[in-house]
Antibody, heavy 123, light 110 residues
Framework: EVQLLESGGGSVQPGGSLRLSCAAS????????MSWVRQAPGKGLEWVSA??????????YYADSVKGRFTISRDNSKNTLYLQMNSLRAEDTAVYYC??????????????WGQGTLVTVSS | QSALTQPASVSGSPGQSITISCTGT?????????VSWYQQHPGKAPKLMIYDVSNRPPGVSNRFSASKSGNTASLTISGLQAEDEADYYC??????????FGTGTKVTVL
């Protein structure tokens, strides 16, 4: 059974940094594209970032709202996805989900999701 | 990138069919066959219902179907059931090599 478990969320002041992790099990992790999607309290879904799986070149992609501040990466030896978040703003406050794509290419066809980790940016 | 436009709410009685629209532009929905649909129950993670415009992942009921015409994608739920009451989001690839979600639609089963 595929499981995704996020960690690293918490409260941080504006301008601060956090690193989210997503530990994957029950799958050949390296094969699949992975994404981060967030949801502000009471709001809709927002795509944040994605990274391709092996065979796709492992390209990285970012929403304009986080480009230059967030960095997505993966350690296939540890079956773990990361999101380094710098220069955090109040508008980054959200539940952050990691998600697995159907294939190696990042098509935002996410068939498995973690339970989410809450990031709160406030002074 | 602006969110795709969905109706805020759609409702129907059990057994009826409802359709949720998702309107974008030629730079997203109209330009690519990478439209997906997600169902989200309160407090839960989203669930993939449709990918690549009209494909159902394994385990998703065939009561869910989808299509696209021009810049508008549509999700139809047939034989509406109480368990279908949830929020639904569309998503599309964009010309900027990013993805955008829709504004979300709350489905109510009367």
């Amino acid at each position: 059974e595929v499981q995704l478990l996020e960690s690293g969320g918490g409260s941080v002041q504006p301008g601060g940094s956090l690193r989210l992790s997503c530990a994957a099990s029950g799958l050949t992790f390296s094969t699949y594209a992975m994404s981060w999607v967030r949801q502000a309290p009471g709001k809709g879904l927002e795509w944040v970032s994605a990274i391709g799986g092996s065979g796709s070149g492992g390209g990285t992609y970012y929403a304009d709202s986080v480009k230059g501040r967030f960095t997505i990466s993966r350690d296939n030896s540890k079956n773990t996805l990361y999101l380094q978040m710098n220069s955090l703003r109040a508008e980054d406050t959200a539940v952050y989900y990691c998600a697995k794509d159907l294939g190696a290419l990042a098509h935002n066809n996410n068939d498995y999701w973690g339970q989410g980790t809450l990031v709160t940016v406030s002074s | 990138q602006s969110a795709l436009t969905q109706p805020a709410s759609v409702s129907g009685s059990p057994g009826q069919s409802i359709t949720i629209s998702c309107t974008g532009t030629s730079s997203d929905v109209g330009g690519y066959n990478y439209v997906s649909w997600y169902q989200q129950h309160p407090g839960k993670a989203p669930k993939l219902m449709i990918y690549d415009v009209s494909n159902r992942p394994p385990g998703v009921s065939n009561r869910f179907s989808a299509s696209k015409s021009g810049n508008t994608a549509s999700l139809t739920i047939s034989g509406l059931q109480a368990e279908d009451e949830a929020d639904y989001y569309c998503s599309s690839y964009t010309r900027s090599s990013t993805y955008v979600f829709g504004t979300g639609t709350k489905v109510t089963v009367l």
